[in-house]
């Protein structure tokens, strides 16, 4: 065992946690409901966007922002709800949050223009970030060793299954109902979280004498930094990244934010970010890991319906049984690595997490036009296993073996890794796709050019085909405008093919990095740092 495991391990027999009661369920079924509502609503309007835009009367570039400005207000808020959990008590924070939440989601879907429902995302951002920082603090302080990771596998299931979920959700209120009702099944949820926590969340008193956040400057430097690299990746794409004056201003002022972070944090006499948490060996390599597997699921949810969309025209409703391939395991694994925790090395199973998600991506990189469900629920599947393997494991990996001092900051940078990685996963993704269309469209435009391998008889005979069936010479022209809708496909068919091997390379990249990764102890989980009372 190593110092950083040794420093953190307790006696077992010291101390003691109580049975959990009904209202400690309560309130552990709290912090997952909310971080299921938050993880769904990131991109819940992704799909329905073109909807949005008709209905409200709005442009694309007013539309962008909708998604952009909840993720921002997200990061703002993590370190804070943080800091106020611990100053005025997790309930004081939650329920205020979460009943605010339900207020503006249901606000949301009688909006009347764009403008009214960025105003809104903002307010969903800024109340769902209280969400997230509440849920491994309220497992180590409530829940014994065997429901604590049982809760830690919830965790990951609420911080997988929601993305996706979210393309099959839009699709049946857009296609069947209407796009306000995207918003109503997280308000309900987010009410039922706040009704949760309010009765099984325990009243704390005021301390007094606590002091409040004691360094603003890193509290709010490092979130400020990541909210304007945020504004620049997510626009990235629609303003065509380096060429665009925004996009540069944003990233370079996220930079400067992060290394005056940095800067501050090492001269504080109380960081909010000891930086001898970046000595951690383990955390810093799952903080890595975590990112570039999180901004790929992020990429592949979004990457596959997109496909079946342009390629093969079809909307989400018609590709249900897809989804469900790729949900399935995502239930079920992570209960079976919890089962098996105490005879794995968890190091190990976060590896093959990460192992079968790469293989799928390079599997996927040799799509085709003419795969069909048999091809797609096999993916799906994959992909489903590798992040049931992974998320448990990975959580244990972020959260244990943690100096007491440095949990709160730990669990902030957590958290604003997975919103940054949401951020970069959609954008970085959707500029791979775009880049890559184009280089292939404009090779296989230059290959029918070029007449070779017999493309120009083949558009000939398309073109005899499409007159032979019209009766009419000049309807050759449209045979022409029928092989340009063909090139177009196959051009995406490719671009979407060296995402995922993009993606899979990544993933090997950090499967390399995983070797540096030292044991992971869970002895801290059988424990509570409460003493025994002994009877008199």
Known sequence: MGTEEAATTLPRDTYHVPRPTPRVYAAVAATIVGVWVV????????????????????????????????????????????????????????????????????AATQVTNINQLIYLRAVQGFTGGAFIPIAAPTFQRTLPYRHRLGALALYGIASSVPISLAPLIESYFVDFVSWRWLFVPSALLSAIAAALAAWGMPVVPFDRQARWIPDWGGTLLMPVGLGFMVMGIDQAN????????????????????????????????????????????????????????????????????????????????????????????QLLVPFFVVRASRRLDLRLVVAAGVAVQAIACLRTATITSEWAAPELIEIFALHGLGQGLFFTPIFVMLTLNIADADRPAAAAVVNLTRVFGNAVGVSVASTLVTQAEHLHHN??????????????????????????????????????????????????????????????????????????????????????????????
């Not at 799909?47 to 962008?64: K, M, Q, R, T, W």
């Not at 380096?242 to 960081?271: C, I, K, Y």
């Not at 005979?461 to 196959?490: F, I, P, Q, W």
């Not at 995402?499 to 989980?525: K, Q, R, W, Y």
């Open 39 to 106: 993880v769904m609503q990131v991109r819940l309007t992704g799909y329905a966007l073109a909807d949005i835009i008709g209905a409200l009367g709005s442009s694309p570039d007013e539309a962008a922002w909708v998604n952009t400005t909840y993720i921002v207000t997200e990061l703002l808020s993590i370190p804070i709800a943080g800091w106020l959990c611990a100053r005025i008590s997790t309930r004081r924070v939650f329920v205020p949050a979460a009943i605010a939440f339900t207020l503006a989601t249901l």
């Open 238 to 329: 629609r303003l065509d990244w380096f060429d665009s004056p925004w996009v540069v201003g944003m990233l370079v002022a996220g930079a400067l934010s992060l290394l005056a972070f940095l800067e501050h944090e090492r001269e504080h006499p109380t960081p909010y970010l000891s930086l001898r948490l970046l000595t951690n060996r383990n955390f810093v390599i799952a903080v890595v890991t975590y990112l570039a597997f999180f901004a790929s699921m992020i990429a592949i949810v979004w990457a596959l319906p997109e496909f079946l969309r342009r390629v093969e025209d079809f909307r989400p409703s018609d590709y249900i049984d897809i989804f469900v391939a790729m949900i399935v395991p």
């Open 443 to 536: 090779m296989l435009d230059e290959y029918l050019h070029a007449d070779g391998f017999g493309a120009g008889a083949r558009l000939d005979s398309l073109r005899d085909l499409v007159v032979a069936y019209r009766g009419s010479d000049e309807n050759g022209k449209r045979a022409l405008a029928l092989a340009g809708r063909a090139l177009r496909r196959e051009a995406f068919v490719l671009a979407y093919g060296d995402l995922f091997l993009t993606i899979g390379v990544v993933l090997l990249v950090c499967l390399v990095l995983l070797t540096l990764a030292g044991p992971i102890s869970l002895d801290e989980l059988r424990a509570r740092r409460l003493p025994v009372r002994r009877s008199t």
